[in-house]
C-alpha cells in the first residue's frame, strides 16, 4: 500500500513540476567530482514537502556508487513516533555533459522506463571541500542544504541562502532540519 501511494505522490509530482514554467536557467556546479560528494550527508534545511512530512529530524542521506553507472541513494529519518524511516533509490545521469545533473526514482525498478518517476536532482552549490551541498531543480520547487556534518555554522548557512536567492529560490520558504533529536524523546515531545 505504502509503495502505491508513494508511485501516485511521484506521479503527480511530476505532473505539476512538468506543467510549471522554468522562470530561468538554473546553473550546476561545474567541474564536479562525484567521488567526494558520495558519502553520507545531513540535511540541514528544505523547502518543506509533502514526500518528507512524516520526518521530524535527524535526516540523512548516504549516496553510493553501483556497478551499473548509477548511484544508490538511501534516505533515513526519524518520524513522530521514534522510529527510523528509510527510502531507497536510483540516481542517473540526467545529462552527460554535466555530472552534476541527476535524475532520482523512489518508484520500484519495473517503472524506470517511465519518465515521470524520475525528479530531477542537481547540485547547484558545493563547498569548495564538499563540506556542504545545495540540491534543487530547475522549476524551484525543491531545495535542500546538506552537510557533512550534523550542523552548520549560521555565516555559512545565511551565505548560501544568499547564494540561492540569486538563483531564484525564495529564503522565506526555507526550514531548518532537527538533527539533534534522541529518538525515544523526539517522539515525546511530538506527541504532546
Known amino acids: 500500500m505504502k509503495s502505491l501511494l508513494l508511485i501516485i505522490a511521484i506521479l503527480v ?14 546553473e550546476t556546479v561545474n567541474p564536479f ?9 545531513y540535511e540541514i534545511a528544505k523547502y518543506p514537502n509533502r514526500f518528507q512530512k512524516q520526518c521530524v529530524g ?15 541513494v538511501l534516505n533515513e529519518c ?15 545521469f540526467a545529462d552527460k555533459s554535466s555530472i552534476s545533473k541527476l535524475k532520482v526514482r523512489f518508484a520500484p525498478s519495473i517503472l524506470s522506463f517511465l519518465p515521470f518517476v524520475w525528479a530531477n536532482y542537481w547540485i547547484i552549490d558545493i563547498g569548495p571541500n564538499y563540506e556542504y551541498a545545495v540540491v ?12 557533512r556534518e550534523p550542523v552548520m555554522n549560521d555565516l555559512t548557512y545565511q551565505n548560501i541562502l544568499k547564494r540561492a536567492e540569486v538563483m531564484g529560490y525564495d529564503s522565506g520558504k526555507v526550514v531548518r532540519t532537527q538533527q539533534d533529536l534522541d529518538p525515544a524523546k523526539g517522539a515525546a515531545r511530538n506527541r504532546s
Open 78 to 92: 526519524l518520524k513522530k513516533d521514534g522510529v527510523m524511516e528509510a527510502a531507497k533509490a536510483e540516481g542517473k
Open 13 to 26: 509530482s511530476g505532473t505539476i513540476a512538468a506543467a510549471q514554467p522554468n522562470t530561468s536557467k538554473l
Open 58 to 72: 535527524n535526516v540523512t542521506a548516504t549516496y553510493s556508487k553501483k556497478s551499473n553507472d548509477r548511484i544508490e
Open 136 to 147: 534543487g531543480e530547475p522549476n524551484r520547487k525543491y531545495f535542500w542544504i546538506l552537510s
Open 33 to 41: 567530482d562525484l567521488n567526494k560528494y558520495l558519502g553520507k550527508w
